[in-house]
């Protein structure tokens, strides 16, 4: 069993994780669980239930609704396609439009560097903010520190099992 090391860059994705349409409630389950053992783990909210508990960090509080809604923001981002499972799909509806096809394919390209680029963006105004709520982290968590509070990160379910519920 290969052991897991998270930093507050992965307390971050685990919150976006939580904020993100899944295919599947087990996903649900899971992502919010992980995000509750690694709040536990680092002892830093990030969760809305955990900011506005007792003993958080007022200045964290705060600039919470900030952070949240630059993440629903960057979870909002998506491009032409993202809906399909496989670019032959896209390809399929696409064929015998000749130039026209090709005229989609270079804004979808276009779209797709956009997007590429406003997702960076987000993703650094998301990580400055978890500073200006938490300070520097620098603290490291693993595998076992996770299962010692009770949470396996083995057990990420799996997209290809529930293709079929799509």
């Not at 053992?37 to 990030?46: K, S, T, V």
């Not at 560097?113 to 990580?127: L, Q, S, W």
Request: glycine fraction near 6%; charged fraction near 25%.
């Amino acid at each position: 069993m290969s052991q897991q090391t998270y930093t507050y860059k992965s307390l971050i994705a685990a919150y976006i994780e939580t904020q993100k349409k899944q295919v599947h409630p087990d996903f649900d389950r899971y992502y919010e669980a992980h995000l509750d053992a690694l709040e536990r783990a680092f002892d830093l909210p990030l969760s809305e239930k955990r900011m506005f508990a007792d003993g958080a960090p007022p200045r964290a509080q705060g600039l919470w609704i900030i952070f949240a809604d630059a993440v629903a923001s960057y979870v909002s981002i998506r491009t032409p396609w993202e809906t399909f499972l496989e670019s032959g799909a896209v390809l399929h509806r696409l064929q015998g439009w000749g130039e026209h096809k090709q005229r989609v394919f270079e804004y979808a390209y276009r779209i797709s560097g956009i997007a590429k680029e406003n997702r960076a963006v987000h993703m650094e105004m998301i990580v400055h903010l978890f500073h200006m709520m938490h300070g520097e982290v620098d603290g490291v968590v693993t595998s076992a520190d996770l299962l010692a509070l009770g949470f396996d990160d083995t057990t990420e379910p799996d997209v290809a099992d529930y293709l079929d519920r799509i």
